[in-house]
């Protein structure tokens, strides 16, 4: 969960040049995400679902549906980059909103021993203007690994090598370019 909240959050840069700290909400801001079908202008008031024309655009995939915003088709067909201007400070697309992921990290209950697996991040289904549980203060909330509910998934990263693997791998290229010329 930590990396997750990480990945979401944490900003190298946050205060300065080399001054880290965490955003409040995964799109780099202290702000509430306003979530709707992307492009939409929404109406950010809770209980009054649907366009406005003089509200904020969407910046999720959260808070809304067919019966909430007729004629927009439905949240599960959003694609991967629909809301192309939010990013995590490290550029990772729809942190919030679309679908809750699970995590590596386990909840162990008091007597059972390990029992269930923390989600982090918010869901499509997330309540219209009341912003979205992909907070650093709140946790989504943990299941069953043996469940597979249609509100989440999980995200797949990999390493990336840093400047020092590369380093060692541009010195390796030019003893290895040297070796071939003095032979």
């Not at 980059?81 to 008091?110: I, K």
């Not at 249609?150 to 590369?166: K, N, W, Y």
């Amino acid at each position: 969960m930590d990396e997750w909240i990480k990945a979401a959050h944490y900003d190298p840069h946050r205060y300065g040049q080399n001054q880290g700290g965490y955003w409040l909400f995964s799109n780099s801001t202290d702000e509430w995400i306003p979530g709707g079908p992307p492009g939409v202008n929404i109406n950010p008031f809770p209980g009054a679902p649907g366009p406005n024309p003089n509200g904020p655009i969407a910046q999720a995939n959260y808070g809304w549906d067919t019966f909430t915003f007729p004629g927009y088709g439905s949240p599960f067909n959003v694609l991967l980059g629909a809301y192309p201007d939010v990013q995590s400070p490290w550029g990772l697309l729809d942190v919030a909103g679309a679908t809750s992921e699970w995590t590596e990290q386990v909840f162990y209950g008091a007597l059972e021993g390990p029992r269930f697996r923390y989600l982090e991040g918010s869901y499509w289904g997330g309540a219209p203007g009341y912003g979205v549980a992909d907070t650093v203060w709140s946790t989504y909330g943990a299941l069953t690994p043996n469940l597979a509910p249609f509100d989440s998934g999980f995200r797949i990263a990999s390493t990336v090598p840093g400047p020092t693997g590369l380093v060692v791998l541009a010195s390796g290229c030019v003893l290895v370019v040297v070796r071939r010329k003095r032979e």
